[in-house]
């Protein structure tokens, strides 16, 4: 059988990225990782799979910076154009250097509009879609037509969200769908040690900017913490644009409330940590996929409420319990209050939840079904 060559292009600082290839170190695919953006520094869970099987376009020419190499293919002190226009040669002359039978581009806005239809020598493309990809870019003609052109490249796409497979065929894709799983690999399943209901700390994502909605939950928070003084809050990924209004609502908690920013997260597995310890997780977006973070809460044993932005009340349908809402302040109060004041139906959804995540979520699991993804 030939062994499945697959020339992987996405964020070199994501851990979504390094989580979704660590599922195939014990597979025969070999794979060349090229950097779709600019990054800093490569994210270390990908640093570790650095090896024969898992090479990464550069590093050992140009070192684990990006440093000289991406340098020269931003070119910023000239324009950004030059360094796209730059980053698509090096892209062929990757393609060219390792041959390989699937080109992979993971995420739209950067990965797939380096993608140009016509003849190539790889018939295999995959296109997969991360978060808003589609459902909010789509709304841009400038982006609409890049989003299309993507679609046409590609030979088979991938998403989380039936909604997101929907507007890909919306747009004129006419190729072939891989079947529907966490495009940043599969979590690890543990409740934690109390009962949700015994639990006592609130987890906010407290995102700004394009997507976020932070505001808002900041907002709704204040009054809520005022009405149940016995919670703790924790507002992680606190972009900066919020960062002071996250440190005025602290100073005001006597030391009820903490948090986490974006340029200091918190590592992954403490964040898990948190996630395992919560009442309840709240995220609030103008515009998300499947959120990790709606996943992350499913896995832990937190109550899940979740903006209608996102495309998490498939999940609802398909078993796991948790409060789809508005993107308004009146919306998060009511449903917060809800979910505080019914310990049963917090335990419920929390035993609910873990079945789900059994069946559906489990890294064995989603392993299992990525292992066959490359099987096209």
């Given at each position: 059988?030939?062994?499945q060559k697959?020339l992987?292009?996405?964020?070199?600082?994501?851990?979504?990225?390094a989580?979704?290839l660590?599922?195939f170190s014990?597979?025969?695919v070999?794979?060349?990782?090229?950097?779709?953006s600019?990054?800093r520094n490569?994210?270390?869970n990908?640093?570790s799979?650095d090896?024969?099987?898992f090479?990464?376009?550069?590093?050992?020419?140009?070192?684990?910076?990006?440093?000289?190499?991406?340098?020269?293919?931003?070119?910023?002190?000239?324009?950004?154009?030059?360094?796209?226009?730059l980053r698509?040669?090096?892209l062929r002359?990757?393609?060219f250097?390792?041959q390989p039978?699937?080109?992979?581009?993971?995420?739209?806005q950067?990965?797939?509009?380096?993608?140009k239809p016509?003849?190539?020598?790889?018939?295999?493309?995959?296109?997969?879609?991360?978060?808003?990809d589609?459902y909010?870019?789509?709304?841009?003609d400038?982006?609409?037509?890049?989003?299309?052109?993507?679609l046409?490249w590609?030979?088979?796409?991938?998403a989380?969200c039936?909604?997101?497979?929907e507007?890909?065929?919306?747009?004129?894709?006419?190729g072939?769908?891989?079947?529907?799983i966490?495009?940043?690999?599969g979590?690890?399943l543990?409740?934690g040690s109390?009962?949700c209901s015994?639990?006592d700390?609130?987890?906010?994502k407290t995102y700004g900017?394009?997507?976020?909605?932070?505001?808002i939950?900041i907002r709704s928070l204040?009054?809520?913490?005022?009405?149940?003084?016995?919670l703790r809050?924790h507002?992680?990924?606190?972009t900066?644009?919020?960062?002071?209004?996250v440190?005025?609502?602290q100073?005001?908690?006597?030391?009820r409330?903490?948090?986490?920013t974006?340029?200091?997260?918190l590592?992954?597995?403490?964040l898990i940590n948190m996630?395992r310890?919560?009442?309840i997780?709240?995220?609030?977006?103008k515009s998300d996929?499947?959120?990790?973070?709606?996943?992350e809460?499913?896995?832990g044993g937190?109550y899940p409420?979740?903006?209608?932005t996102?495309?998490a009340?498939?999940?609802v349908n398909?078993?796991?319990i948790?409060?789809?809402?508005n993107?308004d302040e009146e919306s998060?109060?009511?449903?917060?209050?809800?979910a505080?004041?019914?310990?049963d139906?917090?335990?419920?959804?929390?035993?609910?939840?873990?079945?789900?995540?059994r069946?559906?979520l489990?890294v064995?699991?989603v392993r299992n079904?990525?292992?066959k993804?490359?099987?096209i």
């Amino acid at each position: 059988m030939t062994i499945q060559k697959v020339l992987i292009v996405g964020m070199l600082d994501s851990i979504h990225l390094a989580r979704w290839l660590k599922q195939f170190s014990s597979s025969d695919v070999q794979f060349l990782i090229f950097p779709s953006s600019h990054f800093r520094n490569i994210h270390p869970n990908l640093v570790s799979l650095d090896s024969p099987k898992f090479r990464i376009f550069g590093v050992r020419l140009f070192g684990r910076h990006s440093g000289y190499f991406d340098s020269l293919l931003t070119f910023r002190l000239i324009n950004n154009r030059i360094g796209h226009t730059l980053r698509k040669i090096y892209l062929r002359f990757a393609i060219f250097l390792f041959q390989p039978t699937i080109i992979h581009a993971i995420e739209i806005q950067h990965a797939g509009y380096l993608m140009k239809p016509g003849k190539s020598s790889v018939a295999k493309k995959i296109l997969t879609n991360w978060g808003s990809d589609i459902y909010y870019f789509q709304h841009f003609d400038y982006h609409k037509q890049k989003i299309v052109t993507a679609l046409d490249w590609a030979s088979h796409y991938s998403a989380e969200c039936e909604r997101d497979y929907e507007l890909a065929s919306s747009l004129g894709f006419s190729g072939k769908f891989l079947p529907r799983i966490p495009n940043a690999g599969g979590l690890d399943l543990e409740e934690g040690s109390l009962r949700c209901s015994d639990r006592d700390l609130i987890l906010v994502k407290t995102y700004g900017g394009q997507f976020g909605a932070g505001e808002i939950a900041i907002r709704s928070l204040q009054k809520f913490v005022d009405e149940f003084p016995q919670l703790r809050v924790h507002f992680y990924s606190v972009t900066p644009d919020l960062e002071e209004k996250v440190r005025q609502t602290q100073l005001a908690s006597q030391g009820r409330v903490t948090y986490s920013t974006l340029r200091k997260p918190l590592k992954h597995e403490e964040l898990i940590n948190m996630f395992r310890d919560a009442r309840i997780y709240l995220g609030c977006s103008k515009s998300d996929g499947l959120s990790t973070s709606f996943l992350e809460a499913v896995c832990g044993g937190a109550y899940p409420i979740q903006t209608n932005t996102s495309c998490a009340q498939e999940l609802v349908n398909e078993g796991v319990i948790g409060s789809i809402i508005n993107l308004d302040e009146e919306s998060v109060l009511d449903a917060l209050r809800k979910a505080h004041l019914n310990p049963d139906y917090l335990n419920a959804a929390q035993d609910a939840n873990f079945a789900y995540a059994r069946r559906r979520l489990s890294v064995d699991f989603v392993r299992n079904k990525a292992q066959k993804f490359y099987d096209i």
